[in-house]
C-alpha cells in the first residue's frame, strides 16, 4: 500500500490540458470547425493513452512549463482515473467529430459543450467527473479500474 501513496501526478499539466481543451472547443464552436473538435478528440485521446507526444503534454513540458507561467504542482495521485477522464472526453469529441461530419451539428454542440462543462468543472472546481466515475467503477470490481483513491493518511 505505501508504494501507492508514491505515484505523482503534476496537476499543473492536467489544468494546461483542462484550459486547452475549454479554450478550443470555444473557438471550434464559434468557427463551426471540425478539425478543431476532432484536433481535442486526438489529443485528448493520446493523453489518455500515456503517449510522449500527446499534443497537451508538449504543450505544458515545452511552452507553459519552462515560460514560468505555471509552475509545477506535483501531489500523490493516481494517473489513470485522470487518463480514463480524457478518454471519455475523447469519446465525446470523437463523436461530436462524427456527428459534424455527418451532419448533425445539434448533436455535435451538445457534445462539446458537455465536455466544456465537465472540464471547467475541473479547471475551476477541482471536480473531475471522468475520475469520480473511474472510482466508482473501482468501488463496484468492474475490471480495468483497478486503483482505488489513495488514502489521506
Known amino acids: 500500500m505505501a508504494a501507492l501513496s508514491l505515484r505523482k501526478v503534476d496537476h499543473s499539466g492536467l489544468k494546461t490540458g483542462q484550459a486547452a481543451t475549454i479554450i478550443l472547443l470555444i473557438v471550434a464552436f464559434v468557427l463551426n470547425s471540425t478539425v478543431l473538435v476532432a484536433f481535442v478528440a486526438l489529443a485528448q485521446l493520446l493523453g489518455a493513452l500515456d503517449v510522449a507526444y500527446a499534443p497537451y503534454r508538449l504543450l505544458y513540458q515545452r511552452v507553459v512549463k519552462p515560460s514560468g507561467l505555471v509552475k509545477p504542482h506535483v501531489i500523490s495521485d493516481n494517473p489513470e482515473p485522470h ?71
Not at 467527473?129 to 466508482?136: D, E, F, L, N, S
Request: charged content about 5%; overall charge positive.
Open 83 to 153: 487518463r480514463f477522464a480524457m478518454l471519455v472526453g475523447a469519446v465525446f469529441n470523437g463523436v461530436a467529430t462524427l456527428a459534424l461530419l455527418a451532419n448533425i451539428p445539434a448533436l455535435a454542440w451538445v457534445l462539446v459543450a458537455i465536455v466544456v462543462v465537465l472540464a471547467n468543472l475541473n479547471f475551476w472546481l477541482n471536480f473531475c467527473a471522468g475520475c469520480w466515475m473511474y472510482y466508482q467503477f473501482n468501488r463496484l470490481g468492474i475490471p480495468g479500474f483497478t486503483q482505488a483513491p489513495l488514502s489521506s493518511n
